[in-house]
């Protein structure tokens, strides 16, 4: 299984013998709690940030790129372009709140079963 931003960032932290409150403050621009969220998947840092984190923890933005599965911004844009429908979809899921944008996923895609992988 390969590992998640999140996991890498969380990983180089400890390995720095830092808590999210140092990181924090090393960086200068960014909370606990928003390292936090990064480190659980349910946010993630701007381009500077992310700069400002590698920098912090020893390595290069690059480095954790490479740990970002998210799609490119520019090929939602393309595919945004490309078919009408899918950019409404887009536009009105950015703009739902992320419990209610979760809500509606599960009665799309039920989340799986404990125990079954």
Known sequence: MTKSLGERIRELREASD??????????????????????????????????SLAAALGTTAEDLQQYDSRPPIEEIKRQASA??????????????????????????????KEGKK
């Open 83 to 112: 078919n009408p429908a899918l950019g409404f979809a887009f536009r009105r899921m950015a703009e739902l709140p992320p419990d209610e944008l979760l809500r509606r996923l599960n009665e799309v895609v039920p989340p799986p």
């Open 18 to 51: 830092l808590s999210l409150r140092e990181l924090a403050r090393k960086i200068g621009d960014v909370s606990a709690a928003f390292l936090s969220d990064v480190e659980f998947g349910r946010r993630f840092p701007s381009d500077k940030t992310l700069a």
